[in-house]
């Protein structure tokens, strides 16, 4: 019984830890979209942020086909769509196209890394109202998977 009790507590002391983390990554994208873009997440009822790293090039071309199919789709009119992009990889600006309605954001001064924000991989984040509704890595099968779990077909 004790066992039990123990596994409990640990798995809900890493599960507070997560969620402090999550809360503590969204808090800076939150102050660097407000300070820097004048932009914040509240202001929308629902909301799709990708913010791609500069390091994985086969990813981020899943990455770009899945916000392209997104963009198309109608049943994601009704959200705000920001794609944060380092400037190493601002030829993602140019891939996905100014007509998809996806707000493209290219971090020409590093000002991520000033928040806090550094990505090892591309990060997908739904937000209802600027809280998190769903949040997860963008990489290799990650993207078919997250793709799926949207109704898309890469």
């Known amino acids: 019984m004790k066992f039990i009790y123990a596994c409990c507590v640990i798995c809900c002391l890493f599960a ?58 109608e049943r994601f009119n009704g959200y705000t769509k920001l794609l944060i992009t380092p ?13 998809t309605g996806v707000r493209v954001i290219i971090d020409e001064h590093e000002n991520l890394d000033k928040y ?10 739904e937000c209802a109202k600027g809280e998190v509704v769903f949040r997860d890595w963008l990489y290799l099968e990650k993207v078919d998977s997250i793709a799926l779990k949207y109704g898309i077909t890469l």
Do not use: Q, W
């Open 116 to 125: 806090g924000i550094n990505l090892p991989k591309n990060l997908f984040m």
């Open 16 to 73: 507070c830890h997560r969620a402090k983390e999550r809360s503590k990554e969204k808090e800076r994208l939150d102050l660097y979209l407000s300070e820097v873009y004048h932009t914040n997440l509240h202001d929308y009822p629902r909301s799709i942020v990708i913010l791609v790293s500069g390091g994985c090039g086969s990813c981020t071309k899943k990455t770009i086909r899945f916000i392209r199919k997104m963009a198309r789709d």
């Open 87 to 99: 400037p190493n990889n601002a030829y993602v600006k140019d891939s996905i196209g100014e007509s």
